[in-house]
Nanobody, 126 residues
Framework: DVQLVESGGGSVQAGGNLTLSCLFQ????????MGWFRQAPGKEREGVGI???????YYAPTLEGRFTVSKDNAKKTLYLQMNELEPGDTGVYTC?????????????????????WGRGTQVTVS
């Protein structure tokens, strides 16, 4: 099992920056793939970025360049650095884990019942 706890959300003015963290704990040895997703009010959850075991990141095309996903295995923490935030970035940001690294497609992660999800952290941009 994997336990995921997000932190770092809050309110920020447009143009500002924010870094989210996701502390993960895994009872099984070995690394796994992780991702950030977000859900805006009244909208479907969407992918932000997925990082694989080699630290390669697959970004949503519209977010690449402003958002950076990184991972520190020693600290057991996944990060999401968000720059030049816009009101459209408002939503609940959630981290997820896939122990098998089966896919880097956001749609697969959203549809799969095998992944682990945190509870999310609210980001409000005004």
């Amino acid at each position: 099992d994997v336990q995921l706890v997000e932190s770092g959300g809050g309110s920020v003015q447009a143009g500002g920056n924010l870094t989210l963290s996701c502390l993960f704990q895994n009872r099984r040895a070995g690394s796994f793939c992780m991702g950030w997703f977000r859900q805006a009010p009244g909208k479907e959850r969407e992918g932000v970025g997925i990082i694989d075991n080699a630290y390669k990141v697959y970004y949503a095309p519209t977010l690449e360049g402003r958002f950076t996903v990184s991972k520190d295995n020693a600290k057991k923490t996944l990060y999401l650095q968000m720059n030049e935030l816009e009101p459209g970035d408002t939503g609940v940001y959630t981290c997820a884990a896939d122990l098998t690294c089966s896919s880097f497609e956001f749609g697969w992660w959203l549809a799969s019942s095998r992944n682990y999800w945190g509870r999310g952290t609210q980001v409000t941009v005004s």
